[in-house]
């Protein structure tokens, strides 16, 4: 059965929020509130181990082509936020955790429970 | 400190930051893995002397040049171009100036070296400049040559006296071959010194006969002659590149493929084959690929090349390279035959390239499934203690070499 992490209370998160809780004595585990849904993923890149629940969110970065096929510029896309990994740069979805670049690899994911005014991550 | 992201929603805000904190996980696998049993050499650790500016500056003797640097600090980093930060993605770059240090008389950045060492249980590194790997495309000659030997005296006098675990490398001038040799001559012997620098971004053959009293002075001295490599944007071919990956994948390696192949179509290695001649910073796929492109032609042009007496492949071989950026491709086996070509359980030295973006850490090497324990520890340490003749008995009373 898994184990109930207490992360806090719903009404402490706004839109963008993330809090890291311990997960036992050698790992943690990020939890977000991202476009009104929670996540939560180890705070653990499976590049190098870097800690990436401690870096940015950032929006996917997208190429503009016209239909000519010529080059617009770039924008981001808002609907499509990444978990930006602080010790490389890789970048995660987090819908489903996995690396942008390469969906091989991928964040361990975690689900999260609201029950009431509090907030669980299920680990 | 604000950090810059995509949107005001998800805004970033950090009060303070911790080299040691960012690499909780690194000390996490230097635990798992004990490494702290055996000695780990960074053979490519970096700090930013550009923050040390003014000081290396009251260094400058040339009262003209002392004025402008005064006056122009950013000089010695002007030119290449880039976005190594990627944007703020890599938050160790504009948080590092919030970063706390001790005010006891150590150098700042001797401090921040020792906090990512001792997190990924690194014991000693060789220290590059970052700003001055860029130094060698400046056109006027006597500017490199001024903050060359500003930097060697700072390097000699204030950084590497603080702590034996630091060592470092002679800034050698190269766009003047005379002020090379004194720089050369005059640190090649100071405390602390391991090594000779040519940062690899330039535009002078390897093989000028104004080089070769230099070379010669450094095999005399047994110690190792090292190419770090670079990016140059504004190289015409590398301008033709309009994104930073592209001339940072092709501008660090194809530098050192020059000076490599001109290595060694002019028979250096025979020429100077006690000079162990490590590479540095172009990662490790570019040797098979040029091994086997010159061993192809030299099989049928071997008259253009008359000094050598075994394939270029084997010279190669006998070279050291340092590890990072080192590819990761997800068929390993690819990786493993780059290992083999290159002899690396001897000839490889581990290099994490901290605390710049692509660094590398131990276990890139550790982990690798297809090396003992014994190529391990050479590649992180023994091959480096080896060529660099590094005395590590403060750390490690009873080391003996695999």
Redesign the interface.
């Known amino acids: 059965m898994a184990k109930e992490i207490l992360v806090g209370k719903a009404s402490d998160f706004k839109?963008?929020d993330k809090k890291i809780v311990p997960n036992g004595k050698?790992s943690e585990i990020g939890v977000y509130l991202?476009h009104g849904n929670w996540y939560a993923y180890a705070?653990?890149c499976p590049h190098?181990?870097?800690?990436a629940c401690?870096?940015?969110?950032?929006?996917k970065v997208e190429e503009v082509i016209a239909e000519d096929k010529t080059y617009q510029g770039m924008r981001?896309n808002?609907d499509e936020?990444h978990i930006?990994c602080?010790?490389?740069?890789w970048?995660f979805d987090i819908a489903d955790g996995q690396a942008v670049a390469?969906r091989?690899w991928s964040l361990r994911k975690f689900e999260v429970e609201v029950r009431g005014e509090d907030v669980y991550v299920l680990a | 400190m604000e950090l810059a992201t995509s949107d005001r929603y998800h805004a970033m805000s950090v009060d303070s930051f911790d080299t040691e904190k960012l690499l909780t996980n690194a000390a996490r696998q230097r635990d798992a893995r004990k490494l702290n049993e055996f000695p780990i050499f960074d053979a490519d650790a970096h700090h930013y002397e550009s923050e040390s500016i003014s000081e290396i500056i009251e260094y400058i003797d040339d009262d003209i040049l002392n004025h402008l640097a005064r006056a122009n600090p950013a000089i010695i980093s002007s030119g290449r171009g880039g976005y190594q930060p990627m944007g703020g993605r890599i938050t160790r770059y504009p948080l590092r100036k919030i970063e706390e240090t001790p005010a006891d008389g150590v150098h700042r950045d001797v401090h921040l070296s020792r906090r990512w060492m001792d997190a990924m249980g690194i014991d000693y590194i060789g220290l590059f400049p970052t700003g001055m790997l860029g130094i060698g495309l400046i056109p006027q000659v006597e500017v490199e040559v001024q903050y060359a030997r500003a930097y060697m005296r700072w390097l000699t006098e204030k950084i590497l006296p603080s702590d034996p675990r630091v060592k470092g490398y002679v800034f050698l001038p190269f766009n003047s071959p005379e002020a090379a040799y004194e720089i050369a001559t005059e640190f090649g012997d100071k405390e602390g010194i391991v090594g000779f620098l040519i940062t690899s971004p330039r535009y002078k053959p390897v093989h000028d006969t104004a080089y070769m009293k230099t070379y010669s002075y450094i095999e005399e001295t047994g110690k190792p002659l090292i190419f770090h490599s670079g990016l140059n944007w504004n190289d015409p071919l590398m301008s033709v590149t309009n994104r930073f990956i592209a001339a940072h994948a092709l501008g660090f390696t194809l530098y050192n493929v020059i000076h490599m192949c001109n290595w060694i179509c002019n028979a250096l290695n025979e020429r100077f084959p006690k000079i162990p001649v490590v590479w540095t910073e172009s990662g490790l796929a570019w040797v098979p690929w040029l091994a086997q492109r010159l061993d192809n032609d030299y099989k049928m042009r071997s008259s253009e090349i008359p000094g050598l007496k075994k394939l270029p492949s084997e010279y190669m071989g006998d070279m050291y390279y340092t590890s990072q950026p080192m590819e990761m491709p997800n068929d390993l086996s690819f990786l493993e035959s780059t290992f083999k070509m290159i002899n690396a359980e001897t000839q490889l030295l581990y290099a994490s390239d901290y605390p710049h973006w692509d660094a590398d850490m131990p276990m890139t090497i550790y982990d690798l499934p297809f090396l003992d324990e014994k190529a391990k520890r050479n590649i992180l340490g023994g091959n480096a203690i080896r060529i660099f003749d590094l005395d590590v008995s403060d750390r490690y009373p009873n080391y003996k070499a695999a």
């Open positions: 839109e963008g050698n991202v705070n653990l190098q181990g870097g800690p401690e870096g940015l969110l950032m929006a981001f808002h936020m930006v602080p010790w490389h740069g970048e390469d091989k």
